[in-house]
């Protein structure tokens, strides 16, 4: 368990935050502007307890910015809003999908699926949202 | 106001995580809610955790898996290898969550923690510990059952009643003799097998018969605690609040062998790696060892060959907490105590008489070098840390280590390593 505690600390990747743009060549008079660290971890996660990394593997949620890989910040302890990603649990397993409010009715649909495949959540009250996606980070190069 | 005030009794809650480890593992799949399920401990050896579904079926707590592998099969039992990794970080977030509710928490194991709510209005207090069983549930994934009354020994009692309750509180306050009548004298925290017999020797067979025996004969028969247990069934609190951590005296790694080991140098790999991860484990609390013990064993149920056991331990010139000078005395240790011809099943190490390194008084035969493996360890140490367990080890620890752990039915997932985060496919 103490090994756990160790990795956290270097999860915790700071970055030199600049106040003000340097130009190239002339690089002193920026130390004196240099505020505080920058603390991804801070800014990504909220509630920590709550919070989960889920990597994803397929490409059925590109057109909602989710690809091959990516890493999902989940919070479990926030209430999802409309058009909210969501990791919710359909026929026993863990699925991503984005959770739509018509009329007073909360749905599920999956990205690129036809609006007859949404799951209606009143009518499958066994469904249940798992969490909420607040970020996705994606590998760029 | 004041007078009132003082005569206030205490309100604790013992906060308990239903079934935790299979919890754990239905956090992410869903597929096995709602069936039986076991967590068997390491090298898959007994049942160590199992649902609801899995006690109806008839699988006890402890028992050798060889022995339910029957029931397994017949009822599509789900099968997995203990994966502490994960239901270390659980635990920290469910412990994590409480503290949202107040600082005043004593962890007391993995998933058990004792709340104080003396604070809480009395007519309150049950909807608070709903609160607090919702917001674990919700946050963590992980179902608790809370119990609350006035005393730690009460509490666990609560918490006893709370499992069997739909709503997974109980606040222990009125009728608590009809249930002290019902309740068994060794499921009494802090009744143990001794004293559960001595009892019972004496017609003591339940939590109400315990709480109304005369003081002296509790005095005379028992030790402190047991006394303390008595006033507490009582509704007196005794048994504090551990608030603050305290810091370990000894450490302590060993395992079983996935299979029988003979050699002396697959004993050194063994004896060599559980020395590594103790030193880390010491060094990551900033402490050092003056002591060291190896024990090594074969297994006592092998009727068909004869069974050998033996320790040694050996004290340090200066107290250390560096690797390298560790692992050679438990080398030189393990080499005293090794005999040909054994089959050995389980090996370990432990560290005592330990000390926070900044109290390491000047010795003059504490090398110079200290200095500078310090620094090598700290290296090491964060390597590990970065690119995973063994990342950087010492030659001695082996690269084939075929008498590491048995995991066949290990879930793989870690929540708080990059490497196996849980993984959805979309």
Redesign the interface.
Do not use: Q
């Given at each position: 368990m103490a090994y756990k505690e160790q990795n956290k600390n270097i999860m915790k990747l700071t970055i030199p935050f600049y106040l003000h743009k340097v130009g190239a060549g002339f690089p002193s008079p920026a130390t004196d502007y240099i505020e505080d660290d920058i603390d991804l971890n801070s800014h990504l996660i909220t509630n920590a307890p709550a919070t989960f990394i889920i990597r994803v593997q397929g490409k059925s949620m590109v057109n909602v910015g989710i690809y091959d890989g990516d890493l999902l910040i989940v919070d479990k302890s926030i209430d999802p809003r409309n058009f909210s990603t969501v990791i919710t649990n359909v026929n026993e397993e863990l699925v991503v999908k984005t959770l739509v409010k018509e009329k007073g009715v909360s749905y599920l649909t999956s990205g690129s699926k036809s609006i007859s495949e949404k799951i209606n959540l009143t009518e499958n009250p066994e469904i249940i949202i798992w969490g909420v996606v607040t970020y996705v980070i994606h590998k760029q190069q | 106001m004041s007078f009132i005030n003082s005569s206030k009794k205490n309100k604790i809650a013992l906060i308990d995580c239903n079934s935790f480890y299979v919890s754990c593992e239905r956090l992410?799949n869903?597929?096995i809610?709602n069936k039986p399920v076991v967590v068997l401990s390491n090298n898959d050896g007994c049942v160590i955790s199992r649902s609801i579904e899995a006690k109806k079926i008839g699988i006890k707590m402890g028992e050798p898996y060889f022995k339910v592998k029957e029931l397994v099969k017949k009822n599509n039992v789900y099968i997995f290898s203990s994966n502490y990794?994960l239901y270390?970080?659980l635990s920290?977030?469910?412990m994590?969550?409480l503290k949202?509710f107040s600082e005043k928490i004593e962890i007391y194991s993995i998933d058990e923690a004792f709340v104080d709510l003396s604070h809480i209005q009395e007519k309150e207090i049950e909807n608070y510990g709903k609160e607090i069983r919702e917001r674990i549930l919700?946050?963590?994934?992980i179902p608790t059952s809370v119990g609350i009354s006035n005393t730690k020994t009460l509490s666990k009692v609560a918490n006893n009643l709370a499992k069997k309750n739909k709503s997974g509180v109980i606040y222990l306050k009125d009728n608590i003799d009809e249930y002290l009548k019902k309740f068994y004298i060794s499921d009494i925290w802090g009744v143990g097998k001794q004293l559960s017999k001595l009892y019972i020797k004496n017609g003591i067979d339940t939590a109400y018969k315990l709480k109304n025996i005369s003081n002296t004969w509790v005095k005379k028969s028992t030790n402190v605690s047991g006394a303390k247990t008595v006033m507490e069934l009582r509704g007196i609190s005794c048994i504090n609040l551990e608030t603050h951590e305290v810091k370990r005296k000894s450490c302590c790694v060993s395992r079983s062998f996935g299979k029988k080991v003979e050699s002396l140098e697959k004993l050194e790999e063994s004896v060599t790696t559980h020395c590594l991860n103790a030193a880390?484990?010491i060094r990551?609390?900033n402490q050092i060892t003056r002591s060291i013990t190896i024990y090594i064993r074969t297994s006592p149920f092998d009727k068909n060959r004869k069974y050998y056991s033996n320790s040694i331990t050996i004290d340090l010139p200066v107290a250390t907490s560096n690797s390298l000078e560790l692992v050679k005395a438990a080398i030189e240790g393990l080499k005293k105590i090794y005999r040909y011809g054994y089959f050995y099943q389980k090996a370990g190490i432990t560290f005592s008489k330990l000390t926070e390194s900044s109290e390491n008084e000047l010795n003059l035969l504490a090398p110079i070098m200290e200095n500078k493996s310090q620094t090598l360890m700290k290296a090491i140490?964060?390597t590990?840390?970065?690119y995973g367990?063994n990342a950087i080890s010492v030659a001695k620890a082996g690269i084939n280590t075929s008498w590491k752990m048995k995991r066949e039915h290990f879930s793989k997932i870690d929540?708080?390593?990059?490497k196996d985060?849980?993984?959805?496919?979309?």
């Open positions: - | 992410f869903p597929k809610i990794a270390g970080d920290r977030r469910v994590k969550t949202s919700r946050w963590t994934g880390e484990k990551h609390d140490d964060f590990n840390a970065k367990r929540t708080a390593s990059f985060l849980p993984m959805l496919k979309i």
